[in-house]
């Protein structure tokens, strides 16, 4: 069954100081990882898709990475409307849910001022 | 990408009761999925909605408790059936455009 966990369950980080988020899974065949960011009371909101080990994708200070077991999601120099949980969700390559995501519990980041 | 409505925001009921939430999309898709997102925990597919076609149900989800339909490929509706305090989640609506999910704001459910 697939498995997705992320780490660590809470950061706190002050302005400036930059970091990075895990998250790792095990599926049978990746279609895509996902990586989103949702604030409190609201829809998650897309950030990154990867595809295959080795890739990259960068949003302002966001930049995600993928490996055959596990993601990265470097946050360079947050700001305080950084703060949000992010999430991680993987999607399998076959089976009859194609487009089912799984999702992690999120990590709850903290940006002091 | 999308830009994805849900109706309510939210909503108190009572136990025994049913709630519709409806879920509106900007652009034709192919398919509209349905999470839930229970305190405390990550979100959880319910079900995924083709048009014309009956929806999926995830393992642990049945048809008489989240009926969902789908009459045409901007809408969506769930209902949550005979509802229990259980029941109390955020209830979310998605989509997918280009290999990409958006979701939906979401409609945070209280049963009492």
């Known amino acids: 069954e697939d498995q997705v966990t992320q780490s660590p369950e809470a950061l706190r980080l002050q302005e400036g100081e930059s970091s990075s988020l895990n998250c790792s899974y095990t599926?049978?065949?990746?279609?895509?990882l996902f990586w989103y960011r949702q604030d409190p009371g609201k829809g998650p909101e897309f950030l990154f898709t990867?595809?295959?080990a080795g890739e990259e994708k960068e949003k302002e200070r966001l930049k995600a990475t993928l490996t055959k077991k596990e993601s990265f999601l470097h946050i360079t120099a947050p700001k305080p409307e950084d703060s949000a949980t992010y999430l991680c969700?993987?999607?399998?390559?076959?089976?009859?849910?194609?487009?089912?995501?799984?999702f992690g519990k999120g990590t709850l980041l903290t940006v002091n001022p | 990408s999308a830009v994805i409505s849900q109706k309510p925001s939210r909503d108190i009921c009572q136990r025994g009761t049913s709630l519709t939430i409806q879920c509106q999309v900007d652009s034709q898709v192919t398919m509209m999925f349905w999470y839930r997102q229970q305190p405390g925990q990550s979100l959880t597919l319910i079900a995924t909605?083709?048009?014309?076609?009956?929806?999926?149900?995830e393992s642990g989800f049945v048809i008489d408790k989240f009926p969902i339909s789908r009459p045409n490929l901007t809408f969506s509706t769930l209902t949550v059936s005979n509802m229990s305090p259980e029941d109390s989640s955020i209830y979310l609506c998605?989509?997918?455009?280009?290999?990409?999910?958006?979701f939906g704001p979401g409609t945070r459910l209280t049963v009492t």
């Open positions: 998605s989509v997918e455009v280009s290999y990409e999910q958006y």
């Open positions: 909605a083709n048009q014309g076609s009956e929806a999926t149900y």
């Open positions: 990867l595809y295959s």
């Open positions: 599926v049978s065949g990746l279609r895509g």
């Open positions: 969700a993987v999607q399998e390559r076959s089976g009859g849910s194609n487009y089912k995501l799984t």
